[in-house]
């Protein structure tokens, strides 16, 4: 990009960034399963019952350890839709986090568009969604700007 476009992009940008504050400011970050982060047995969609409505825009945390001698590895994918999602079925999931992505401060997720999004962890072939519980449906709401 050559420089005069480029200040020009910069700009827009600015103003696009000043715009859109209030969306922005709106926004929470929500660490997925609270201080139990994403683990084999605890119930998701009951946290995801209790911690809702989200909000387009906001950020889920998934919180892992990478592999190692003393805890499972987890993963996250998004299933394709309510049939896939009640039967655990990971054959057309997309991979969000893979078994090292979870570690340190986690890994984040923004709820971009306001849809349903089927998260699950993919390990076990598909053991710790359906045993584990390690699944649940978000549906984010439209940011109300006050
Ligand atoms: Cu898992």
């Not at 911690?51 to 998004?78: A, C, E, I, M, R």
């Not at 039967?87 to 992505?101: G, H, R």
Request: charged content about 15%.
């Amino acid at each position: 990009m050559c420089p005069k476009r480029a200040a020009g992009f910069a700009l827009a940008l600015i103003l696009l960034v000043l715009a859109s504050m209030p969306a922005i400011n709106q926004a929470a970050t929500k660490i997925v399963g609270g201080s139990d982060n994403w683990r084999f047995g605890f119930n998701y969609s009951d946290w995801a019952h209790k911690n809702g409505p989200f909000y387009q825009n906001d950020t889920l945390v998934f919180k892992y350890d990478p592999p190692n001698s003393t805890t499972f590895p987890h993963s996250v994918y998004l299933l394709e839709n309510n049939t896939s999602y009640q039967a655990c079925e990971l054959k057309n999931a997309t991979l969000v986090a893979n078994q090292t992505q979870g570690g340190g401060t986690g890994f984040e997720f923004v709820l971009c568009e306001i849809k349903d999004y089927y998260f699950a962890c993919g390990e076990r072939n598909g053991t710790h969604c359906s045993t584990g519980l390690m699944k649940f449906v978000v549906r984010p709401l439209e940011p109300c700007l006050s």
